[in-house]
């Protein structure tokens, strides 16, 4: 049974009550179109937002997964049985890059594919690595950081869809892309460098210019980063409007229909440097960013844990979790 299907006796009770209270007689009319509109919502599995968030707290429990680390690779062998484990046909994809500083990072671009025979498919990913200083914290900067939510609360909704598209496969292919190196850019204390924002999202750069299949297409693609913390809100993120404005359109009606429109606002924030840029100017596919950007924090409104060592299972919310994975996951079921 999905999730509309569950919560509908409730909304529309709810509804039937308020206006009962306000001594209307249109009470019926307005419970017809409450249930009008849920109709034409599909059914999806049921999102777990326990199994999703016990998925970010073992990628934490490996510690900070900071590329050439032993706990990096000790979580990439993790992920790649996990997606096995749900049914997934899985590519690992190793390159090397260099770093704003001239480290070469060794990555890994972790792909699980389902349905892989299908030439219609759906992209969804996700950044697996964390930063590797806490360039915003004013204690022990030069340390790395747990990246709960900067890394693992993406991954960890990934991997309870993986677990749900192993039970009840989608008619279309889906592919989902772990990312490295996202988060090795330039820190705070340093001046800017010539390459400037392609400092960012080394593993979706090689990705974009080195496919995991070649020739590899997708209609569209989804990001979700930083999809795990309390009270966050997702507005539509400018690079995403600018790429792919259709993509936006689609996934922040599918959130309000399900009644998740507070959770998915129509307010667009400025364009960002993330992975989505990539995905949708160099491999072609555009692609929407679910991200928690808040309005009202400057410069950067990622939240005042952001890239410090706040960012730690203490403020992962399941029900974000849970909305942001249901909202997905519909998206995939009726692409």
């Known amino acids: 049974m999905g999730k509309v299907t569950s919560a509908t006796p409730w909304l529309l009770g709810l509804v039937a009550l308020a206006y009962s209270a ?5 009470g019926s009319d307005a419970t017809q179109n409450v249930q009008n509109s849920l109709a034409n919502v599909p059914v999806a599995p049921e999102f777990n937002e326990d199994s999703a968030y016990a998925y970010v707290a073992a990628q934490v429990a490996f510690g900070p997964r900071v590329p050439n680390s032993d706990t990096h690779n000790t979580c990439a062998e993790w992920l790649v049985r996990e997606l096995a484990r749900h049914g997934a046909q899985v590519t690992v994809q190793e390159g090397r890059a260099r770093a704003f500083d001239g480290t070469i990072l060794h990555m890994k671009n972790i ?28 204690l022990r900067q030069r340390e790395p950081i747990d990246g709960a939510n900067d890394g693992a609360s ?8 993986a677990r749900q598209l192993g039970q009840i496969p989608a008619d279309v292919g ?24 392609k400092d960012w999202c080394l593993g979706s750069q090689f990705w974009a210019a080195n496919p995991h299949r070649p020739g590899y297409r997708a209609r569209f693609g989804i990001l979700l980063d930083m999809v795990g913390a309390r009270d966050a809100v997702f507005n539509q993120e400018g690079t995403s409007l600018r790429l792919a404005p259709h993509v936006v359109r689609k996934v922040w009606k599918r959130a309000s229909d399900l009644g998740l429109g ?15 840029l990539f995905v949708s100017e ?11 950007y808040r309005m009202n924090i400057r410069p950067m409104g990622y939240g005042p844990f952001h890239h410090t060592h706040a960012d730690n299972m203490d403020i992962i919310d399941r029900q974000t979790l849970d909305d942001v994975g249901t909202t997905v996951l519909s998206v995939v079921y009726d692409p």
């Open 22 to 26: 306000c001594g209307t007689d249109s």
């Open 111 to 138: 792909v699980g594919s389902f349905h892989p025979e299908s030439r219609d498919r759906v992209l969804l990913f996700a950044h697996w690595d964390t930063r590797p200083f806490a360039d915003k914290d004013s």
């Open 174 to 197: 889906v592919d989902i892309a772990f990312f490295d190196a996202e988060d090795y850019g330039r820190p705070e204390w340093m001046p800017s460098t010539q390459n400037g924002y």
């Open 282 to 292: 160099l491999a072609g596919i555009p692609s929407a960013n679910i991200v928690d």
């Open 154 to 161: 993406g991954v960890g909704v990934l991997l309870e869809i």
């Open 262 to 276: 507070g959770r998915f606002s129509s307010r667009s924030t400025p364009p960002t440097v993330d992975d989505n």
